[in-house]
């Protein structure tokens, strides 16, 4: 359901995009009869997208209250902020507050894409964390950057499901299939390859395999 909407979401955002740099950009280059003839047609479609939009994020930011992070109130000023200066500026045909709607638009976009490659590098507290020690356990290392790590959306016992996290207790993936999603990210989860080292994806992803009833 949660990755269902996610996909919806980046849908309609990216349509929603689309729709207001050609608008901005015919405003700009003073093309008054295209602009309106764009704007009937695409009325209609445009109240759909825009309330898909706000739907679909309202939704997401309910269901997954744990990651608003400071990215998501910027990113929501520059959303709620862009509105009025889009509608004024359309109305009037005011080419700076629309082409500072649109600067501001693409700016959320951006931070909205920001915001997930950025995991924090966390201290993990483990006894050995070097394999190439004598007693070095891999299950030990694992477990303790589960913890701190992915903990958060798939539990200790990688049931929890928060944020539409798949539950590893019935996974089916293959090593290396889980270990290219903890290196990659996958949808709502972020790619770990700049957080943790190769040794640490492998200690994880052994841990996370262990999960399986
Ligand atoms: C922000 C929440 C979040 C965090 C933190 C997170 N994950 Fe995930 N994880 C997800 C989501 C969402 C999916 C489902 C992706 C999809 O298939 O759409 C997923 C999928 C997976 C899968 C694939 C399971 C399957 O059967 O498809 C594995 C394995 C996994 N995560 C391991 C981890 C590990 C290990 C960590 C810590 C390094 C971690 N995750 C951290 C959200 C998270």
Redesign the pocket.
Known sequence: M??GILHTHKLVVVLFLLLYLVKTVLLLANQKDLLAKVKKITKVPEMIISFGFLATGLFLIVQKPD?ISQYTWIKLVAVFGSIPLAVVGFKKENKVLAALSLVLIILAYGLAEMAKRNVPKQEVVVAVANPTEANYSLQEHGKA??TS??A???GQDGKLG?????N?ST???TDEE?KN??TNG?????P?KKV?SAEEITA??AY?KTLKN
């Open positions: 949660y990755t990651a950057i589960f790590y992915c958060v959306c798939h928060l944020a539409g996290a798949k590893l996974s089916t993936l889980v999603i903890i996958k949808n709502a989860m972020a770990y943790l994880v992803a996370a």
